[in-house]
C-alpha cells in the first residue's frame, strides 16, 4: 500500500501558484519524500525530492513540515503544460543493490485553467 | 528526455500468447526496474536488476520473468496472457548503489490482450 495520501484532484489558474499538498505521516527517518508527474498516457517524469530541508528546483518547490509527517509541492507559475497527475512517493534510501521500487498511490490530478 | 527507451510503443496481443518487452537504460545506469500502469491507477512494481540480477519483486505471478543484459539494457517477459495483462507497461532507469538518485522512466509500452 502507498504510504502517501493526496487530494484526488484540484485546479489551479494559469500564471498563479500551485499548491499540492501530500500526508506521509508513517515515513521513517531515512525515507525521502519524492514527487513525480505523469501526463495523459507518458511515462512518469521526475520532479524533485527531498528529506527534510526544503528544495528548489527548475521546476518546482518542495516544502516539508519539520516533523515530515507532510510536504507539498510548490510550481511557482503554473501552465497549462502542467496539467498531469501528481505523485507524491516516500522511499528509504538504500545501499547498493537495496530494493529501490517505488510505491504510488493514486496521485493528484491537477488541472490548470486558462 | 530521459534517455530511457522502450519497445515497440503499442502491442496487441491474444490471450494465451507470450509477449517480450524492452528497455534501454540511460547511459551510465546499472539499476532497471519494470512497472504496470492499469487505466486510472498508480504504477505497480513489478520487479528490479541491478546489475544483471533481480533485487526485487513485486506481487506479480512467475509467468512475468525478466532480463538484465550486460549493457544493463532490460527484457520484461510476461507468459500466458491475461485480459487483465492490458496495461501501459513502464521501465525506470537509476543508479544503484548511491543514497537518493532518482528514476528516469521511458514512455512506456500499451500492451492490449484481446
Known amino acids: 500500500d502507498a504510504k502517501t495520501t493526496q487530494p484526488p484532484s484540484m485546479d489551479c489558474a494559469e500564471g498563479r501558484a500551485a499548491n499540492l499538498p501530500c500526508n506521509h505521516s508513517t515515513i521513517s527517518g531515512n525515507e525521502y519524500v519524492y514527487w513525480y508527474r505523469q501526463i495523459h498516457s507518458q511515462g512518469p517524469q521526475y520532479i524533485i525530492h527531498?528529506?527534510?530541508?526544503?528544495e528548489t528546483n527548475e521546476m518546482a518547490s518542495l516544502i516539508i513540515t519539520e516533523d515530515r509527517k507532510s510536504s507539498t509541492l510548490i510550481l511557482p507559475h503554473a501552465t497549462l503544460r502542467d496539467t498531469a497527475v501528481y505523485y507524491c512517493?516516500?522511499?528509504?534510501?538504500?545501499?547498493?543493490?537495496?530494493?529501490?521500487?517505488?510505491?504510488w498511490g493514486l496521485g493528484t490530478s491537477l488541472a490548470v485553467n486558462p | 528526455e530521459t534517455g530511457v527507451t522502450q519497445s515497440p510503443t503499442h502491442l496487441i496481443k491474444t490471450r494465451g500468447q507470450q509477449v517480450t518487452l524492452r528497455c534501454s537504460s540511460q547511459s551510465g545506469h546499472n539499476t532497471v526496474s519494470w512497472y504496470q500502469q492499469a487505466l486510472g491507477q498508480g504504477p505497480q512494481f513489478i520487479f528490479q536488476y541491478y546489475r544483471e540480477e533481480e533485487n526485487g519483486r513485486g506481487n506479480f505471478p512467475p509467468r512475468f520473468s525478466g532480463l538484465q543484459f550486460p549493457n544493463y539494457s532490460s527484457e520484461l517477459n510476461v507468459n500466458a496472457l491475461e485480459l487483465d495483462d492490458s496495461a501501459l507497461y513502464l521501465c525506470?532507469?537509476?543508479?544503484?548503489?548511491?543514497?537518493?538518485?532518482?528514476?528516469?522512466f521511458g514512455q512506456g509500452t500499451r500492451l492490449t490482450v484481446v
Open positions: 527531498g528529506l527534510k530541508n526544503n
Open positions: 512517493i516516500v522511499r528509504v534510501a538504500g545501499n547498493a543493490g537495496n530494493n529501490r521500487k517505488l510505491i
Open positions: 525506470a532507469s537509476s543508479l544503484g548503489g548511491l543514497l537518493n538518485t532518482e528514476a528516469f
